[in-house]
């Protein structure tokens, strides 16, 4: 799979391609019936399958901090891409520009000159262009006008649940892990570099690798069972927090510090995922360093408890 980042880096694509265009925040379930969907007509096509995302999200480019948080960042949404059939991961840049584009302008510039749409599948509910005024109404026209198919993304269930990114940010929040991971096809996961921290877990007794959560706002936060991957092909089981360490410095900025069992290998810079299995309580904030020492024993006596008697 080729991540192309902008137009500018985008040759135009004679064939044509097949197209879908969405935030895909999670790549979940829905997303991945969308992509096969779409690659069983590219093959008939003999055309190259490409994902349209946008980064920032608009959501975030319009309101910032106040937009809804994210599933994923855009290395971890391409490491999912790259398990399913897509040939062209277009990474565009939502700005001024593309806030302030009509979306004819869209459809001609984008769609027709640059991707040489020939199926394109969007929500039925997708808006673009200036003041959201393009719309699935819209784009049908334009595909009969100028010959490309355009096709709705369903609706995807599972037990009775519309499968969409916010069910599973809802599902997080409320520490329903085994909901997330239904929704998602794997458990619900963090990517990230291990950095050097102030080592006060090593001081406790209890060593973390800590990965700085890089992103404005996370829909997760608390203590968790988590397995982590990445190293020597192993599954590694531990006990991990998400939040600001209010006990110890209470700032703004969102670190996920792992403790793993039986383990004390140095992995600083290894690129690792953190899967969250089973949420144990929230974040705390405690009198004395003694009193969060004791409750991360009992942290990790309840996460061994929890694999010992749950099959991941």
Do not use: W
């Amino acid at each position: 799979m080729r991540i192309i980042r902008g137009l500018a880096h985008l040759e135009p694509l004679q064939q044509g391609c097949l197209l879908t265009i969405g935030n895909f925040d999670g790549v979940h379930l829905g997303h991945q019936a969308v992509i096969n969907k779409l690659a069983q007509h590219a093959t008939e096509l003999g055309l190259p399958v490409v994902v349209m995302i946008f980064e920032p999200q608009p959501l975030e480019y319009f309101l910032h901090d106040n937009a809804p948080s994210r599933l994923m960042r855009l290395r971890e949404k391409a490491i999912q891409f790259a398990a399913l059939p897509v040939d062209d991961l277009l990474v565009l840049k939502f700005n001024k520009y593309f806030a302030n584009l009509e979306a004819n302008a869209f459809i001609q510039d984008i769609l027709l000159t640059k991707l040489n749409v020939k199926h394109l599948v969007v929500g039925d509910d997708f808006h673009f262009g200036k003041a959201r005024r393009g719309n699935f109404a819209l784009l049908k026209e334009a595909g009969a006008q100028y010959g490309f198919a355009v096709e709705d993304t369903r609706s995807y269930m599972l037990e009775g649940l519309r499968i969409s990114s916010t069910a599973i940010r809802d599902a997080i929040g409320a520490g329903d892990l085994a909901l997330a991971e239904r929704l998602l096809g794997r458990s619900y996961s963090v990517c990230g570099r291990v950095a050097h921290g102030d080592k006060l877990g090593r001081t406790l007794g209890f060593p973390t690798a800590n990965i700085q959560m890089q992103r404005k706002n996370t829909p997760i936060e608390g203590v968790f069972a988590v397995e982590m991957t990445g190293i020597d092909n192993r599954v590694i089981q531990g006990v991990a927090n998400v939040g600001t360490r209010p006990t110890v410095s209470g700032g703004e900025k969102v670190i996920l510090e792992t403790h793993l069992f039986d383990f004390d290998t140095e992995i600083y810079g290894q690129y690792v995922e953190v899967h969250f299995k089973h949420k144990l309580r929230r974040e705390l904030r405690f009198a004395s360093l003694s009193d969060l020492q004791a409750q991360i024993k009992q942290d990790v006596s309840a996460a061994k408890h929890f694999f010992a008697n749950h099959k991941t």
